[in-house]
C-alpha cells in the first residue's frame, strides 16, 4: 500500500485550511536511519504520542503515560492513524473543535535501528515486524536511548487493539523515560506545552 493510501484515515479526519498540521507526505527520508519522535499532546486527555518511520509514513501509538526507562514498567500503547513524515516536526496548537485539538509539543526525535530477528537469528523486516505483533528496536534520541519493544496483545473483533511499549533490560543504560508533561520542554524549541498555547494558539 503506498503513502498516500496509508494516509487516507489522517486525511479524512483533519480540515487543513483550519489546522497548521502538515497535509501531505511525499518527504523523502533525510538518514540512513529511520526516524522517531515522541510528542506530548494536551488534547482532551494529556498524553504522549509514540511514532515511528516504517517506509513513507509514521506509524503512531498514542502512549497515556509515555515511554519509561524502567524495563519493569509496562507502558500501554494504544495504535492511532498513520501521519505523514513531514509531522516528525510539528509543533503547535491543534484548533479546539478539531480532531486532536490542543497543544502538542516535539519532546524527542531521533533515528533508530530496527532489531527484530526471526528465530534462526536473521533480520526481519521492521512493517512485518510490526504486522506479526512485535517488534524491537533502538532509539538514538536526545532524551530516548536504548533498547525497546512493541508487542500487541489485543487484537479484538472490533479492530481496537493494544500494545504494550516497554524498555528492554538489556542494551545498556542511559536516556530517561516521560517527565510531568507540565514541565516537559521541545526538543525542537525549548518550550513548554504553556508556552506553545500562549505564543501560537
Do not use: N
Amino acid at each position: 500500500m503506498g503513502g498516500a493510501d496509508r494516509l487516507r484515515d489522517y486525511h479524512g479526519k483533519r480540515h487543513f485550511d483550519r489546522t497548521a498540521e502538515p497535509r501531505c507526505g511525499g518527504r523523502e527520508p533525510e538518514d540512513a536511519l529511520p526516524r522517531f519522535v515522541v510528542q506530548i499532546h494536551d488534547a482532551r486527555r494529556t498524553h504522549f504520542d509514540f511514532r515511528l518511520q516504517a517506509g513513507e509514513v509514521l506509524k503512531s501509538w498514542s502512549v497515556p503515560k509515555g515511554p519509561s526507562a524502567d524495563p519493569r514498567d509496562k507502558r500501554l500503547a494504544v495504535p492511532t492513524e498513520d501521519h505523514p513524515l513531514e509531522y516528525e516536526e510539528f509543533e503547535g496548537v491543534i484548533p479546539r473543535g478539531e480532531y486532536g485539538g490542543g497543544t502538542v509539543i516535539v519532546w524527542d526525535h531521533g533515528t533508530y535501528e530496527p532489531l527484530s530477528h526471526d528465530r534462526r537469528g536473521r533480520p526481519v523486516d521492521f512493517a512485518e515486524s510490526l504486522e506479526g505483533g512485535h517488534a524491537t528496536f533502538r532509539l538514538h534520541g536526545a532524551k530516548l536511548r536504548g533498547e525497546y519493544a512493541l508487542t500487541r496483545f489485543r487484537s479484538g473483533d472490533d479492530g481496537e487493539e493494544a500494545w504494550l511499549l516497554v524498555r528492554a533490560a538489556k542494551g545498556g543504560s542511559g536516556g530517561r523515560g516521560a517527565p510531568d508533561p507540565r514541565r516537559a520542554r521541545s526538543a525542537r524549541t525549548g518550550r513548554t506545552l504553556a508556552q506553545v498555547a500562549e505564543e501560537d494558539g
